[in-house]
Structures are given as structure tokens and as C-alpha cells.
């Protein structure tokens, strides 16, 4: 069975996700640890726990969830999965997190092992995570979505109460409103949602409540 652990990383309050199942094998999602303390947090955390990391996935790349990519890559030598059409926003993070946020991003930051494709799969043990192409916030953004668990680990396209902001480069408001709708929204109203900031919520509540739907 699915396990997990929620790191709050970096001044922005980005959930990094680690997670594991009884065959102790594990991924992270959106590792935004850029301070060497909260990185310390997650490799002690692995260890403490006998856990093998697998795989580095991306909701997507916005600055703010890679800065512990280079971190991940020095560590255990694994490079990040994501969508292709994630490419140009990877490309350029190191310069909008320098213009944006005043943060360089240690550099190098790792080629990706692989492209996410939608409705793929991307499995570590017994666990199984099903791909949902989710567009709007970025061109790339996906979900990943657990069945057997019930959980989504939408990134920042749902939160609760709230929608990723789509006024950035390349961000399309009327592709997330769909991704939301015809992607999340269709999921079983039971499923927990984990997004890439703040609390958690579920995809009943978010369909009758969500003031931006």
C-alpha cells in the first residue's frame, strides 16, 4: 500500500511529495528543496526509513519545484521525468527564478531521464502512478493519479479552494478550466487531492465549492 510524506519547501511554501509502498522503493514529486537543511530533512528521511528512491516525477517545472534537482541528481544520480511540452518552461527557470524570486538555481540542472506522456504509467514497487495530462497553469503540467489509494498529486493546476495562475509565460486559462473539468473533475468525488501548495481537499469538494470552476 501507498504510503507518503508532504515536505513544504522554499519561501513560496511548495509540497514536495515523497513516496513509498511495502517493497520500500519510492519517488519524489516536485522536490522544491533548495535550502541544504530541508534537503538534509528528505535524504535522512530515506535513509531513516531504509527506502530505495526510483524516480524523480514533475507536476511541472516552474522554478519553484526543481530547486532540489540538482540536489536529487548529486545525491542518488537520478534526472527528473516530465511532459515534453515542459521543455521550454525547464529551459528557462534558471533566469525567471533569478528575475522573479532573486534565487539562482544550482546549476547544472539534469537533463531529463524521460518524457511523460498522458495516460502512461510510471510505476516504483507495487505502486502504479496513471499520467493525466493537465494543461493551463503550464503547457506540460500533469497529475498523477494512485487508484488503488484514492490520491491526485495535481501540482499546481487544482488547490483547494483555488486554481494555479495562468499569467505566466505560456499559461492558458481556458486549457486549465478543461484540464480541470474533463480530467480531475471526472475522477471519483472520494479522491484525495494533493496539490503543489497548501492544504489537501477532495475532488467532491473541489467540483461543488471551487470558486474558479
Known sequence: MMEFKRFVSNQIGENCYLIWDETKEAAIIDCGAIDPVKQQ???QFVADNGLTLKLVLQTHTHFDHIFG?????????????FHIAEQPIYDAAPQMSSEWFGVDIPSPLPAPQAYLADNSEVVFGNTTLKVLHTPGHTPGGVSFYEPNSGVVFTGDTLFAGGIGRTDLPLGNYADEINSIRQRLFTLPPSTVVYPGHGPSSTIGDESVSNPYI
Open 41 to 43: 530533512r528528505i535524504s
Open 69 to 81: 534537482l540538482p540536489f536529487l541528481y548529486r545525491e542518488y544520480g537520478l534526472r527528473p521525468m
